[in-house]
């Protein structure tokens, strides 16, 4: 039987387009409910920020797994953002967090309730959450943080920028693509 809880898969190289610098792959397989394995990734980019992303395994394709739901429960779930925080902590720098919840497959919508679901939980779990900086986009369901005290602001700002712009793009795709 695989181990449950968060395991460290594996260290993903960029390739082609890829910008990040390191992608760290885990698997998570929650300990109170069926098995249904999650891989969680953590992109790390320069200036030390991590963009969390999260599917089902076995889900989906490579353009749509990241908005297929799954018939989880809030326990199930809740389980999943924490072994999310849990990877971001495991990194031993401070980095910015960035995340973007996909909407659903042929849905296009503002503040859906995946981005609501994030931003509840973080305001719960988050350590030292009333210590971060938030600046996002309900419109692209689009979030990032990082501490008073991060050192890369200002690139930090550019980034979620060009982030905020390709989720945009990619939102406008989608759209135009169900149009046809």
Same mark, same amino acid.
């Given at each position: 039987?695989?181990?449950?809880?968060?395991?460290?898969?594996? !260290?993903?190289?960029? %390739?082609?387009?890829?910008?990040?610098?390191?992608?760290?792959? +885990?698997?998570?397989?929650?300990? =109170?409910?069926?098995? #249904?394995?999650?891989?969680?990734?953590?992109?790390?980019?320069?200036?030390?920020?991590?963009?969390?992303?999260?599917?089902? /395994?076995?889900?989906?394709?490579? %353009?749509?797994? +990241? %908005? #297929?739901?799954?018939?989880?429960? @809030? &326990? /199930?779930?809740?389980?999943?953002?924490?072994?999310?925080?849990?990877?971001?902590?495991?990194?031993?720098?401070?980095?910015?967090?960035? =995340?973007?919840?996909?909407?659903?497959? &042929?849905?296009?919508?503002?503040?859906?309730?995946?981005?609501?679901a994030y931003i509840l939980f973080l305001s719960i779990y988050f350590k030292n959450y009333d210590n971060y900086i938030?600046?996002? @986009?309900?419109?692209? !369901?689009?979030?990032?943080?990082?501490?008073?005290?991060?050192? +890369?602001?200002?690139?930090?700002?550019?980034?979620?920028?060009? =982030?905020?712009?390709?989720?945009? !793009?990619?939102?406008?795709?989608?759209?135009?693509a169900e149009k046809h």
């Amino acid at each position: 039987m695989a181990k449950k809880g968060l395991v460290f898969l594996m !260290n993903g190289k960029p %390739k082609g387009d890829d910008a990040f610098i390191i992608r760290k792959i +885990y698997r998570f397989i929650p300990e =109170f409910t069926n098995v #249904i394995t999650t891989i969680i990734e953590v992109e790390i980019y320069e200036s030390n920020i991590c963009v969390i992303s999260f599917y089902q /395994h076995n889900k989906g394709t490579e %353009k749509t797994k +990241y %908005k #297929i739901r799954s018939n989880i429960g @809030s &326990g /199930h779930t809740r389980g999943i953002f924490r072994a999310c925080l849990d990877a971001y902590y495991l990194l031993s720098l401070d980095y910015a967090l960035i =995340f973007s919840a996909s909407n659903d497959i &042929g849905k296009i919508e503002e503040d859906n309730s995946r981005y609501s679901a994030y931003i509840l939980f973080l305001s719960i779990y988050f350590k030292n959450y009333d210590n971060y900086i938030q600046q996002g @986009s309900i419109a692209l !369901n689009t979030l990032m943080l990082y501490h008073q005290s991060y050192q +890369y602001k200002n690139e930090a700002a550019l980034f979620y920028k060009d =982030f905020e712009e390709k989720a945009e !793009n990619n939102l406008t795709e989608n759209d135009d693509a169900e149009k046809h």
